[in-house]
């Protein structure tokens, strides 16, 4: 697969990695594995990152999934207050666009937690996503799956309603799917709510990067983004600096850019 330097993109994007115009990193080569597994993080490490995507109230009632690549997401502490936080690795983002997902990138990252209505709705597409990825689903099949039931309305938009909180430190994904694979790392914790059928005009919307709401996703599964402001997210990063720390020591494509917007070593 193929890294180029990221530029500003258009409002209506894919997920995640994609909110991050002027956040970019300089891309360095990744490692993408042909065979469905994914190596897992080590237990504790991918706990911690899940529950960094939610804000500390919801953290100690919170279920968390922990990816077996046998089997896919299995759950590592059953919660009780109905917000469920994975770390996703195989993200719906790679289901966007034409271009042909050819091999399971091995450096996808991102901490994202839903409420009780995205749980039932927007989760279900990670869930069953490395479910099949687990069972040898070649990635190209997998791709085509999950674009039938996304265009069939097998996985419906959410009942109410409702958050994602994604305000983990880091995070790495696609930058643009909907125009391609190349990938980014960003440091961009926000929160999204959910707005099926909603475009980012309706919303009055800016373009991703700053710190005003905009639209991405526009479909059945949109979500209005809200980031962070500048000193609250630098608090974020101060406070998971050492589990971004280990994060880095695992693969430096997780490591954050630097001031001049180029991969730390």
């Known amino acids: 697969m ?26 360095r080569p990744h ?19 899940a529950l960094s995507a939610l804000p500390a109230h919801l953290r100690d009632q919170a279920t968390v999934y922990v990816l077996n690549p046998a089997t896919g997401f299995e759950i590592a502490r059953a919660g009780t207050n109905g917000f469920h936080a994975i770390v996703a690795r195989t993200g719906d983002d790679a289901f966007r666009g034409s271009w042909p997902l050819t091999a399971y990138r091995s450096d996808i990252l991102y901490p994202i937690a839903f ?10 597409i990670f869930l069953d996503a490395a479910a099949l990825q687990a069972k040898g689903t070649l990635p190209g099949e997998l791709k085509n799956i999950m674009q039938r039931r996304l265009s069939s309305g097998f ?23 909907d125009a391609g ?8 914790p926000h ?11 309706d919303i009055g919307g800016t373009t991703p990067g700053g710190v005003d709401p905009f639209l991405i996703l526009h479909g059945h599964h949109g979500y209005i983004v809200q980031a962070l402001g500048v000193t609250e997210r630098a608090a974020v990063t101060k406070q998971y600096q050492t589990m ?6 695992i693969q430096t494509l997780w490591c954050l850019p630097n001031t001049k917007g180029e991969q730390n070593p």
């Open 2 to 27: 193929r890294n180029t330097t990221f530029t500003p993109i258009p409002a209506i994007m894919g997920f995640a990695g994609l909110l991050f115009a002027g956040l970019a990193n300089t891309p």
């Open 31 to 49: 490692t993408a594995t042909a065979s469905p597994g994914i190596a897992p993080l080590p237990h504790d490490l991918e706990i911690e990152l």
């Open 115 to 124: 409420d009780a209505a995205g749980a039932k709705a927007q989760l279900r």
């Open 155 to 177: 996985y419906k938009a959410p009942a109410r309603a409702g958050i994602a909180y994604m305000l983990a430190p880091v995070l790495r994904t696609y930058s643009n799917p």
């Open 181 to 188: 694979e190349d990938v980014m790392t960003s440091n961009y």
């Open 191 to 201: 929160v999204m709510y959910y707005a099926p059928d909603v475009s980012n005009e």
């Open 244 to 249: 971004h720390d280990r994060l880095c020591s």
